[in-house]
């Protein structure tokens, strides 16, 4: 079983549209969760860290449930410049910034 | 301040050789840190450099080694290549004991052919 499962997709939706990621992660002693972006062809990038209390980044909301090692990102109001490949990321205590990456959801917005 | 740099962006290599790939970390930053990512997958990690040394390694074989420089940079070396070693190779630049973002490289795109 991987460490970081996800659904791959992908998830076709419209302009405007909402849209919600789920991840699971395995390990219990993980520390840290943050969802990134990756572009087609490019590094991945920190999209927002994950809180327990979850947290709001404008559009994007993200949510931990610890009990449930689930995770998850909504984005609200879908621009097609949010196209992208989203990627669950965990490191566990004492790995000292080692990043644990699932296979990535990809998001295709179109008009 | 430059983020990451890699090198070469791009490569292709014969089943058998060797490949060195080169990264330089975000200026302030410490340790270095490998990544492989197979198309269609998420990034796996190699190895991470902190003073020179390999501090914790991920399940890839002996032939993938690397080396840290006193100005931090970074060498990752993969021997006898195989068609599966074909994919994006990413750098990862951080500051060890600091809860800060960690930063990517845009990385070497390997082909084994």
């Given amino acids: 079983r991987k460490e970081v499962e996800q659904d791959p997709g992908p998830f076709n939706v419209p302009e405007g549209a909402t849209v919600a990621f789920n991840c699971t992660y395995s390990n219990s002693a993980s520390q840290s969760f943050f969802w990134y972006r990756q572009d087609c062809r490019k590094e991945p990038k920190l999209l927002m860290s994950v809180y327990s209390s979850g947290n709001e980044d404008g559009r994007f909301t993200a949510q931990l449930n610890r009990a449930s090692q689930y995770i998850s990102l909504l984005i609200r109001d879908s621009k097609l410049s949010d196209s992208a490949t989203y990627l669950c990321v965990v490191t566990k205590s004492g790995g000292y910034n080692k990043l644990i990456f699932g296979a990535g959801t990809r998001l295709a917005v179109h008009p | ?113």
């Fill in chain 2, 1 to 113: 301040d430059a983020g990451v740099t890699q090198s070469p962006t791009h490569l292709i290599k014969t089943r058998g050789q060797q490949v060195t790939l080169r990264c330089s970390p975000k200026s302030g930053h410490d340790t270095v840190s490998w990544y492989q990512q197979a198309l269609g997958q998420g990034p796996q990690f190699i190895f991470q450099y902190y003073e020179e040394e390999e501090r914790q390694r991920g399940n890839f074989p002996d032939r993938f080694s690397g080396h840290q420089f006193p100005n931090y940079s970074s060498e990752l070396n993969v021997n006898a290549l195989l068609l599966g070693d074909s994919a994006l190779y990413l750098c990862a630049s951080s500051l060890l004991h600091s809860g800060n973002t960690i930063y990517f490289g845009e990385g070497s795109w390997l082909t084994v052919v």
